[in-house]
Structure formats: structure tokens, C-alpha cells
Nanobody
Framework: QVHLQESGPGLVKPSQRLSLTCTVS??????????WSWIRQSPGKGLEWVGA???????YYTSSLKSRTSISRDTSKNQFSLQLSSVTPEDTAVYYC????????WGQGTQVTVSS
């Protein structure tokens, strides 16, 4: 059974960069034909898909965040990462990593607060 675990700072200052890493165990991020997603949920709002990387190293981003988002992966560590630049308090959310476009497995989520 695949297990996903998010890690990264819980507090980021406005205008700085948010960086999170998802460590995957129990399955490889290069296994056909999975996608590995980042999803967030802001206070009082629904889930928002942020972006994803696929088993073959392609990357996809939601249009509203594309200019500020970068996803990368490290196959040697079985990890994929999210970077979101120029954050504002509106980027405060619980960030989840998950497997697949419609997630079949989720990390527990990590709270990120943007505040000075």
C-alpha cells in the first residue's frame, strides 16, 4: 500500500517561496501510469488542485497558479516537490500530496500559513 508524507515549513513570510516535499513509500513515482498531485484547501474553501508530475516526468499546473508554481521530482529518493513563489496570505492552506489525477491515496496534509 502506497504511503505519502508531506514535509516542509509551516510558516512562510509574504513574498517568499513556499517549498514542500512529498516522500512516497510502498510504490515508485515512476510506475506506469500514475500521476502525483499537489492539492490544497484554504480555510473555508474547497479543494484546489495545484499541479502534478507524471510517471514519465511531465509536469502540469493549474492555470491560476502556473506563473508562480514549480513541481520537481527526485526519482532516486522517490520524492516530488512543490515550490510556490511570491506567496500571499491567500496561499495559506493545508497542502496535500496525492496519487493520481483523481486521488486514490493521500498524504495526511501539512498546514502552511503565510504571515509576517
Amino acid at each position: 500500500q502506497v504511503h505519502l508524507q508531506e514535509s516542509g515549513p509551516g510558516l512562510v513570510k509574504p513574498s517568499q517561496r513556499l517549498s514542500l516535499t512529498c516522500t512516497v513509500s510502498g510504490g515508485s513515482i515512476t510506475t506506469n501510469y500514475y500521476a502525483w498531485s499537489w492539492i490544497r484547501q484554504s480555510p473555508g474553501k474547497g479543494l484546489e488542485w495545484v499541479g502534478a508530475t507524471t510517471y514519465d516526468g511531465s509536469f502540469y499546473y493549474t492555470s491560476s497558479l502556473k506563473s508562480r508554481t514549480s513541481i520537481s521530482r527526485d526519482t532516486s529518493k522517490n520524492q516530488f516537490s512543490l515550490q510556490l513563489s511570491s506567496v500571499t496570505p491567500e496561499d495559506t492552506a493545508v497542502y496535500y500530496c496525492a496519487r493520481d489525477w483523481i486521488p486514490t491515496s493521500w498524504g495526511q496534509g501539512t498546514q502552511v500559513t503565510v504571515s509576517s
